[in-house]
């Protein structure tokens, strides 16, 4: 049963949305600072590979632990709560690993960030499908995705400014996290709470007047009717519920793509691009420049993402992501090997950040913000996110390694073959999402 097709107020919604989505700036923020800063830390910390591998990916380690708090607190607390502890995380970190004097100190306040990271990650697309009209929902989620990329591609311009103001430039770079942390912190005090999660804890009267908000009183009643009558088919005892045979289906196709997205591979080239590019004798200077350029690609095609993800829906898109990779690492890694001028490398580089952009980037978390039963979600989301964060760091943990035993082309090839898998798992398991209430999902993804 359609029960979302009353006025809303999508001014209000977007407003708050993109208050939400400051936690994706700042993911972007931690994602790509270390990509400009690691030339500067090998030297400052005199890294070995395993090193480097650790230092990249303790950002993933802490992003595991903040998910599994922000599950919990969120479906305790609420959303909102939740948020506002992401961001102070955030705030202390960012000022922290500017100021750390060794190595160790440097990595527990990556830590740090990382929980900030996980917790964000894991809110910010839950938070926004709960408020979000069945309509424009993945649209919606993916502003996320879109201050992701934005907090990808400012960072990396601020990182190119700052290459030249000698061996502390990487000081600066994590220190002015500290900003767009602050703005997080006071926007989060403007948000109201999610209704889903205050009818999951009995507040009709708190869920009514945010869904007034949202749509208008006609509407509010309507959605309370949607929600409130939607059988709850599964037990709510604790992790009991989350991996019930009713769940599971749901579960195993939201940590598969989480996974997926991780693995197959671009993370490295957010990552390391200094490394890949130094491998065919691109300087320093070209390097950083072409970390703006992908933050550049990343914005455009993102934004072309938002535009088509409730139009051509998530199934195809992902889809064509998968095996369009799967074709642009094999011919990347081809490329490497032969030590081909960097500008080809550039090229196929930029394919490959184009298309992730537009498929696997912003609906894998859309997808995992809408398949879960309601009153499991903040569970289930922070498990599928916690499996995802764990990819990462394998991820980022062993492309030094590999590189330096295989070569740095010699991953692209693991990574080829992750892709078209993925694209076989997609094409058998994953059904389309777009246009229906996250009710309806909840019958759908669940086993009866």
Not at 220 to 230: E, F, S, T, Y
Not at 296 to 310: G, K, P, R, S
Not at 384 to 405: D, E, M, N, Q, R
Not at 407 to 423: D, K, N
Request: charged residues 10%; aromatic residues 12%.
């Amino acid at each position: 049963m359609q029960i979302v097709s009353e006025k809303y107020n999508h001014k209000y919604i977007i407003f708050i949305s993109f208050i939400s989505a400051l936690g994706g700036y700042l993911f972007g923020f931690d994602f790509a600072v270390i990509s400009g800063a690691l030339p500067f830390l090998k030297t400052q910390f005199e890294l070995t590979a395993l090193g480097e591998g650790f230092l990249t990916g303790s950002l993933a380690l802490g992003c595991m632990a903040g998910s599994v708090v922000a599950g919990r607190l969120a479906d305790q607390y609420g959303r909102k709560p939740a948020l506002l502890i992401a961001a102070a995380i955030f705030a202390m970190s960012s000022i922290a690993m500017a100021l750390s004097g060794n190595l160790t100190i440097f990595i527990v306040f990556r830590f740090a960030a990382g929980i900030g990271v996980g917790m964000s990650s894991m809110l910010s697309p839950l938070y926004i499908s709960e408020i979000s009209p069945a309509a424009v929902r993945g649209r919606n989620v993916a502003i996320n995705q879109l201050t992701v990329v934005l907090g990808i591609l400012i960072t990396n311009l601020v990182n190119y400014s700052l290459a030249d103001n000698g061996p502390d430039a990487w000081r600066w770079m994590f220190g002015l996290g500290v900003v767009p942390s602050a703005l997080f912190l006071l926007g989060v005090f403007f948000l109201p709470e999610s209704p889903r999660w205050q009818m999951s804890k009995g507040q009709l009267d708190n869920a009514m007047k945010t869904f007034n908000k949202i749509g208008g009183k006609e509407t509010a009643m309507k959605l309370i009717a949607g929600v409130d009558h939607h059988p709850q088919q599964i037990n709510q005892s604790g992790n009991n519920g989350l991996f019930s045979k009713a769940v599971r289906p749901a579960l195993l196709i939201g940590v598969t793509l989480a996974v997926f997205q991780q693995l197959c591979g671009i993370n490295v080239v957010f990552n390391y691009t200094s490394t890949i590019f130094s491998s065919v004798g691109a300087t320093l200077d070209r390097q950083l420049w072409e970390t703006v350029i992908i933050g550049i690609v990343n914005t455009l095609f993102t934004l072309l993402a938002m535009w088509q993800v409730d139009k051509l829906g998530r199934k195809p898109l992902i889809m064509y992501g998968s095996i369009v990779l799967s074709v642009s690492y094999l011919i990347l890694a081809v490329l490497l090997r032969n030590q081909a001028p960097a500008a080809w490398i550039s090229v196929f580089v930029l394919l490959a950040i184009a298309v992730y952009a537009t498929s696997l980037a912003p609906v894998t978390w859309v997808i995992i913000s809408e398949i879960f039963p309601n009153h499991i979600r903040g569970k289930a989301s922070a498990f599928a996110i916690l499996c995802l964060w764990g990819a990462y760091f394998i991820l980022v943990f062993t492309f030094p390694l590999l590189a330096k035993s295989l070569g740095t082309y010699g991953p692209f090839y693991l990574y080829s073959g992750i892709c078209l898998l993925g694209f076989l798992f997609i094409r058998y398991n994953v059904k389309e999402t777009k246009g229906q209430s996250l009710e309806q999902l909840e019958s759908n993804f669940s086993a009866h």
